[in-house]
């Protein structure tokens, strides 16, 4: 027969194992979401490699074993049960699906016209992220962002822009915390008056814009070889100064630098024999006028000897007015054989009207460039090598066209 005592005995050692099967089921329950997060997620906590998370979220469901599972043989052996059935599966799972997962995003790096993005990018190589700001076939003159485009501008590390009067759109939506690099002054800018000539800018632009910088350096070679040359100091200087985990040296950036510093001189040494090959393309050229459509080429002009008797544009964004049409007509009919060379870039409305009362020929050109798919995939090394290959084309077939 039962005593008082045993039967409080009972009652205890009942209590006793109600309380550790709470608590199994809570340590059991708690390491199992933990293992499902882990798989679930497939990366890792930001500032971790991809393996830290996953192995911190198996320790912290150990610990919970630990602490709230301490009990006998029989119980042990059926965590260590549960674990090797349940949870070291889902383990494996989260660790290959960490080691399938994309690494830490490189450095964005956004740049305004193809040209210079092209430049960026084979200097950069596969250590940056190079995106172009402004969308191909798009002038840098009139663009206006988009939303999309002030999120991208601002999640950027680094922005390559001509000049805050070009590119002054690219660095007002970034913001000022995003540092910009501006790579005119870095490239002996002239002035419209130099590059175009006061007398072809007409009345309207010769004493607003004689004085100014013309920013369309990247149809000079060697003057995109001194852009290179900023761009790569600027890239090494990006790596210097991101240390990686604990305040260490990224892995592997002295390789990341030596890289950079050695596609900035080989591209530089490419740039002296494409201006080269430009002037030697220009020779067979005839000797005609040509009227802009925009003021894009006088730095190309100043390499080619091409003859620039007008510009349509009197300025940035204006329509030509009675008169300064009735200059360009007389100029076009002074220097004959000429031809207008229209962009894609623009409405080419005005200059086949020029045309028609000129009787001279038009001829579209694109001076910004396109990769060949309009991809940014598809530019690499050598693409702005192609790029002023093909502008040198397009001009030359347009001033052989009679």
């Known amino acids: 027969m039962a ?23 809570v340590a059991t329950t708690m390491a199992v979401l933990m293992g499902l997060r882990v798989y679930g997620t497939g990366r890792p906590v930001k500032g971790q490699s991809w393996h830290c998370g996953y192995v911190g979220d198996m320790t912290a469901a150990c610990n919970f074993w630990q602490r709230f599972v301490g009990f006998g043989r029989i119980m042990r052996r059926t965590i260590h049960l549960v674990f090797c059935v349940v949870l070291f599966p889902v383990f494996l799972g989260s660790l290959t699906r960490g080691a399938l997962a994309q690494p830490e995003r490189k450095p964005l790096v956004l740049v305004s016209v193809y040209p210079i993005e092209a430049m960026v990018r084979e200097i950069a190589g596969d250590s940056f992220d190079v995106r172009p700001a402004l969308p191909y076939g798009r002038s840098e003159h009139d663009y206006e962002p988009s939303p999309k485009d002030v999120r991208l501008l601002r999640s950027a590390d680094l922005l390559f822009v001509v000049d805050q009067v070009t590119d002054g759109w690219m660095m007002g939506a970034a913001g000022k915390k995003v540092p910009a690099v501006e790579l005119l002054g870095r490239v002996d800018p002239e002035t419209y008056g130099r590059t175009i000539g006061a007398g072809a800018l007409g009345h309207v632009a010769a004493k607003s814009m004689s004085g100014q910088l013309d920013p369309h350096f990247w149809t000079d070679p060697v003057r995109m070889a001194k852009a290179a040359r900023l761009v790569g100091e600027k890239l090494s200087e990006m790596v210097r100064s991101s240390p990686g985990r604990g305040g260490r040296a990224i892995p592997g950036s002295q390789q990341i630098i030596k890289g950079i510093e050695e596609r900035s001189a080989l591209f530089e040494r490419r740039m002296v024999k494409l201006r080269d090959a430009m002037v030697t393309a220009a020779k067979g050229w005839p000797n005609a006028g040509v009227i802009l459509a925009h003021g894009s080429l006088g730095y190309f002009s100043r390499i080619t000897g091409l003859k620039i008797v007008g510009v349509l544009e009197p300025l940035p964004h204006m329509e030509p ?81 009679k």
Do not use: W
């Open 321 to 401: 007015g009675p008169r300064h049409l009735r200059e360009l007509i007389e100029s076009a009919k002074a220097n004959q054989p000429c031809h207008v060379l229209a962009e894609e870039q623009f409405d080419d409305s005005a200059a086949r009207a020029l045309a028609r009362e000129a009787n001279v020929r038009v001829t579209r050109i694109n001076p910004l460039g396109t990769p060949k798919t309009r991809s940014a995939d598809e530019v690499e090394a050598g693409s702005y090598d192609r790029y002023v290959n093909a502008l040198v084309d397009q001009v030359g077939k347009g001033l052989a066209t």
């Open 3 to 25: 005593t008082p005592a045993m039967e409080s005995t009972v009652i205890q050692e009942k209590k006793r194992f109600s309380r550790l099967d709470l608590r199994y089921l």
